[in-house]
């Protein structure tokens, strides 16, 4: 405040006073909010390193040797970096686990009940079994971890492995520690997780895997695994894998599974083997390169699957009610082949390339099983297609022994059948096979197998009249290259189908008889 020339007391000088004291005030709240700032943060800092040394704490009791060098907290990104962990169990009861650094991030201001971390990163992660074997991981990363707590499973695995662990042996698979891991992962939730870089070697073989990525494990279940670029150095050949892919694992009930198979090694049931199946919906195979180890092979040579898909579901019980399978893969051909593989062989041919599709469902309201379709294809060969359904197909079929096999299928009945078949170079290399064989032409080879064909027919015929029109289908179907056949058969009434199998291998045109036939090219 001033005083004009009267000496009155003059207001002008009270905004700058009021200024004034604004600016102090935000400094002092700066500094307040600083300094509380600077105490949470150490608070935090604090309960963050009290958490990791009671967690190395508890790792001691059970594993022997925990161990960790320096850590720093990064209060801007709420992340502690904690250096050289060691983790070293008693005798090498399990393997000895080192890792250059650990990463938590993104970690919660308050305290809870349950772990929770933003991102997590590991860095240069080695694992030592011992004798030779070890493997080694790059660098891991994953986003959006959390962990609520686990409850009794938790003590209840810890003393079933604490008294082998001290002693030096190997923890028993047991399925109680199979139960409890499960329900532990239950507790656990991954948005993300990705691996890089990781190899595994015992003695001269070796395993090395570009990434592994994991997308949404939560509830013990995990969306999708996927492997990319996979090698194995084995002694004499490898094994390479551009990328695997597993959709839908079931992995909290999948080691419930396996927990009830019995000691480690024992062959589980087929009803467990095909529960099995409940666990995953579905795979991918891209690009998977392997020694041929057939019989008679020569060495070096490789098989290759460039593409192998399946999937399933719609489960009644164990046992899926829809399936679907394809492959696309090449085969070598061998010096030592016979056959059409010789033939192949002797034509230039280094390899047999085929596609299979195959689709199988069952429909529970009517009890029919259906095959649509099951297709074969062998390039510049030929290619097959067939739908069929079989009526009163009993699903636990596919579970039984051989003994209880004829009982159980025992009131099955064909449904309709049809079969196509296309020629892209089949036949005409079954005739120069032929041909080559008896010294004469391949005119004269194919008319002879044409004639024989047509003989046998008109012997047949004289039971069942069907069997000249199918022999006449067949032989138009034979007489070109590149030609097409159809074969429908349609049931007449209720056909028992275990009694028509039995009666084609003793009378095939009396079993024929017992369908309508449509047979000729496939338009």
């Known amino acids: 405040m001033t005083a004009n020339r009267e000496g009155v007391a003059s207001d002008t000088a009270r905004p700058r006073s009021a200024a004034g004291v604004i600016v102090l005030a935000i400094v002092i709240a700066a500094i307040a909010l600083g300094a509380a700032g600077y105490g949470a943060s150490r608070w935090m800092e604090s309960r963050v390193e009290r958490q990791v040394e009671a967690a190395f704490a508890s790792m001691r009791t059970t594993l022997g040797v925990a161990t960790y060098g320096h850590q720093e907290f990064h209060p801007l990104s709420r992340s502690m970096a904690i250096d050289d962990v060691v983790l070293q169990p008693r005798n090498g009861a399990t393997p000895a686990i080192k890792i250059r650094q650990l990463v938590l991030s993104g970690l919660p201001i308050f305290p809870t009940d349950s772990f929770a971390a933003g991102h997590i990163e590991l860095a240069d992660v080695a694992i030592d079994s011992g004798a030779g074997r070890g493997a080694h991981m790059a660098h891991v990363a994953m986003e959006d971890v959390t962990a609520t707590p686990f409850g009794p499973e938790a003590e209840q695995l810890r003393a079933l492995v604490a008294v082998p662990m001290r002693a030096g042996i190997v923890v028993p698979a047991r399925p109680e520690i199979f139960a409890a891991i499960a329900a532990m992962s239950e507790h656990v939730r991954i948005a993300k997780a990705d691996l890089r870089e990781f190899t595994s070697s015992e003695g001269a073989s070796s395993v090395a895997i570009a990434a592994v990525h994991l997308d949404d494990f939560r509830s013990g279940k995990l969306a999708r695994l996927t492997v990319e670029g996979m090698r194995t150095a084995n002694v004499p050949q490898s094994v390479t894998l551009d990328r695997m892919v597993l959709n839908g694992l079931d992995y909290a009930g999948m080691l419930r599974l396996l927990g009830q198979f019995g000691p480690a090694g024992a062959q589980p049931d087929p009803h467990q083997a095909l529960a099995l199946m409940r666990f995953l919906e579905g795979f991918e195979v891209n690009d998977l390169v392997g020694p041929d180890e057939r019989p008679g092979q020569d060495p070096g040579q490789m098989f290759h699957i460039s593409a192998f898909k399946g999937s399933w579901g719609r489960f009644a019980g164990p046992t899926p009610t829809t399936v679907r399978f394809s492959m696309t893969a090449a085969v070598p051909i061998g010096a030592n082949e016979t056959g059409l593989s010789r033939s192949l062989r002797d034509a230039g041919r280094t390899s047999i390339t085929f596609m299979i599709d195959l689709g199988l469902a069952w429909n529970d309201a009517t009890r029919t099983f259906t095959v649509d379709p099951v297709v074969v294809s062998v390039d510049q060969l030929f290619s097959t297609s067939l739908v069929a359904s079989v009526d009163n197909f009993p699903l636990d079929i596919l579970l039984i022994n051989p003994v209880q096999f004829s009982l159980a299928a025992g009131n099955m009945e064909a449904g309709p059948l049809t079969l196509t078949i296309r020629d892209s170079g089949m036949l005409d290399l079954a005739v120069a096979d ?90």
């Open 434 to 523: 032929a041909a080559k064989k008896q010294g004469v032409s391949t005119e004269t080879a194919r008319r002879t197998m044409l004639d024989n064909l047509n003989m046998s027919a008109r012997a047949a015929s004289q039971q069942n009249p069907d069997i000249l029109r199918l022999a006449e289908a067949v032989t138009r179907f034979m007489a070109t290259s590149n030609g097409s056949l159809r074969i429908a058969l349609t049931p007449k009434g209720h056909v028992n189908v275990m009694q028509t199998l039995q009666l084609a291998g003793i009378n095939p045109a009396a079993a024929l008889a017992r369908f309508t036939l449509e047979a000729g090219p496939d338009h």
